[in-house]
């Protein structure tokens, strides 16, 4: 959880009560896709602001522009 401070944490317990209990009912994995989601949005934007970071060091700023906008389309 350090490593990933922007996390939720209250959120991630939330996610995993829900999908023990899907798990024990035998119940379609509604939170178990939600949690995926969210870590993947999560893991999403960390790409996107490394990416970023290289980018404004290293290439021109169309490039910088380019990845802003591809960002808000995802």
């Known amino acids: 959880m350090e490593a990933h401070s922007e996390l939720d944490r209250q959120k991630l317990r939330q996610f995993h009560r829900q999908t023990k209990k ?18 993947k949005d ?9 990416m970023n ?5 290293r290439w ?3 490039v910088v522009a380019y990845l802003a ?6």
């Not at 899907?22 to 939170?31: F, L, S, Y």
Request: no cysteine; proline share 7%.
């Open 22 to 39: 899907e798990r024990e009912k035998n119940a379609p994995p509604k939170a178990f896709r939600e949690l995926f989601q969210y870590l």
């Open 42 to 50: 999560a893991m999403l934007n960390d790409s996107f602001s490394a």
């Open 53 to 57: 970071h290289i980018a404004a060091k």
């Open 60 to 62: 021109k700023p169309a």
């Open 69 to 74: 906008k591809y960002k808000q389309e995802v």
